[in-house]
C-alpha cells in the first residue's frame, strides 16, 4: 500500500490519457464463457484501457458448466511472463495489477512478484486485490488460498474487491447487518487499505427485494442499490466484471462514487440481458453496456 497510488479513493483526477494506461490482469481464463481474464480484458478494452492478460488457469470453461478440464499453469510461466515484461521495458507503462482467481498460494507469490516489479518500474501503479474464494458462504478453493489472501496479498494491495462473503473470510468478522460492514470496513481502511469494494452485499436489514454493492474510502462510504433478479441460473463472472470496470473507471477519471455507480449498473444491465438458461453473462451482445448502461442507479453516501 502507498499514499496517493490509487486514483480518485481521494476524488483526485487522473493526469494523462487512460488510453496510454495499461493493466496487468493476473487471473484465470476459460476458452469458452466470459470469466476471469475472458471477461476482465474485454470490459476493460471497451473503456478503452490496454490490457495485458496473463493466465494463471487455463480451464475449457468455467465451473457452472460442470466439471472442467484444463489446469493451472505453473510458477515458472508466470514468472518468466512477469520477467519477459521487465525485459521489454514496459513494466513503465502499467498503471495498475489486478490479480484474480489464483489456483494455488505459490501461483499468489507470483502475482505479488510482479506487483513489486511493477511498482519499481512504475511508483504510481497500485495493486488490485479481487481475493476470489467463494460467494454464498461456499468456499471453492483450497484452504491454503484464505491464508495467503489475509496474511500476503492484503498488506500489499492497494484496492480490495470482495463479495460479502470474502469479507468475511478475510477479516474473520460477523458481518449480517450494514454496521457490521461498515465497521469491518472501517477496520481495513484503518490498516492501509487505500479502497474497498464489496459486492454482492445481502445484510438483514438491506433493503427487500434488493442487492447492494459498498464503496469504502479516505472521503466516505458509498452504496449501491439495484433492484434483485431472479435468475435460475446463476452467471458467473459477474464479480470479476465488477472489479475490471471499477477500475477501469477509476482511471479515466472519475471518483469512487462514480466509478460504484456506472459499474454496478452496467453489471446489472448484463444479468437482465442475460438468457434465462445461460450460464455466462452476454458480453459481446450486450457490450455496449459496459460503457454506457441503459439505467444509471444512484449511490448514497452512508459516512
Not at 470453461?61 to 521495458?89: C, I, M, R, S, Y
Not at 496474511?151 to 484496492?159: G, I, M, S, T
Not at 490498516?191 to 474510502?217: K, W, Y
Not at 477500475?247 to 446489472?268: K, T
Request: proline share 6%; net charge negative; hydrophobic share 45%.
Amino acid at each position: 500500500m502507498q499514499d496517493e497510488a490509487v486514483p480518485n479513493c481521494d476524488s483526485r483526477a487522473v493526469a494523462g490519457d487512460s488510453r496510454a494506461m495499461s493493466v496487468l490482469s493476473i487471473q484465470s481464463h476459460v476458452v469458452f464463457g466470459h470469466v476471469g481474464n475472458a471477461v476482465a480484458a474485454f470490459a476493460l478494452q471497451r473503456l478503452g484501457i490496454e490490457v495485458w492478460p496473463a493466465m494463471t488457469v487455463q480451464l475449457a470453461h468455467h465451473t457452472g458448466h460442470g466439471p472442467a478440464k484444463g489446469g493451472p499453469l505453473t510458477l515458472d510461466n508466470l514468472e518468466a511472463v512477469t520477467q519477459g515484461l521487465d525485459d521489454l521495458g514496459v513494466l513503465s507503462k502499467c498503471r495498475a495489477v489486478l490479480s484474480g482467481y489464483l489456483g494455488s498460494a505459490e501461483l499468489g507469490q507470483a502475482v505479488l512478484n510482479a506487483v513489486a516489479l511493477v511498482k519499481e518500474a512504475n511508483p504510481d501503479a497500485f495493486y488490485v486485490c479481487d481475493p476470489v474464494m467463494g460467494d454464498d458462504g461456499e468456499l471453492y478453493v483450497s484452504p491454503e488460498i484464505p491464508r495467503f489472501f489475509r496474511e500476503e496479498a492484503l498488506p500489499q494491495a492497494d484496492v480490495l474487491t470482495p463479495n460479502l462473503f470474502e469479507l468475511s473470510l478475510l477479516t474473520g468478522w460477523h458481518i449480517e447487518r450494514r454496521l457490521d460492514l461498515l465497521s469491518a470496513s472501517e477496520w481495513l481502511l484503518e490498516g492501509g487499505l487505500d479502497c474497498l469494494l464489496v459486492t454482492s452485499v445481502d445484510l438483514v436489514d438491506s433493503p427487500p427485494d434488493s442487492i447492494e454493492m459498498l464503496v469504502a474510502g479516505p472521503k466516505g462510504i458509498w452504496r449501491l442499490v439495484t433492484p434483485r433478479l431472479t435468475l435460475t441460473h446463476k452467471a458467473g463472472g459477474a464479480g470479476d466484471l465488477t472489479a475490471a470496470l471499477f477500475i477501469g473507471h477509476l482511471l479515466q477519471g472519475r471518483g469512487m462514487d462514480e466509478a460504484l455507480a456506472l459499474a454496478g449498473s452496467s453489471v446489472h444491465a448484463l444479468l437482465r440481458a442475460k438468457a434465462e438458461d445461460a450460464l455466462d453473462l452476454p458480453l459481446v451482445a450486450a457490450q455496449e453496456f459496459l460503457v454506457k448502461p441503459p439505467t444509471l442507479y444512484e449511490v448514497e453516501q452512508v459516512v
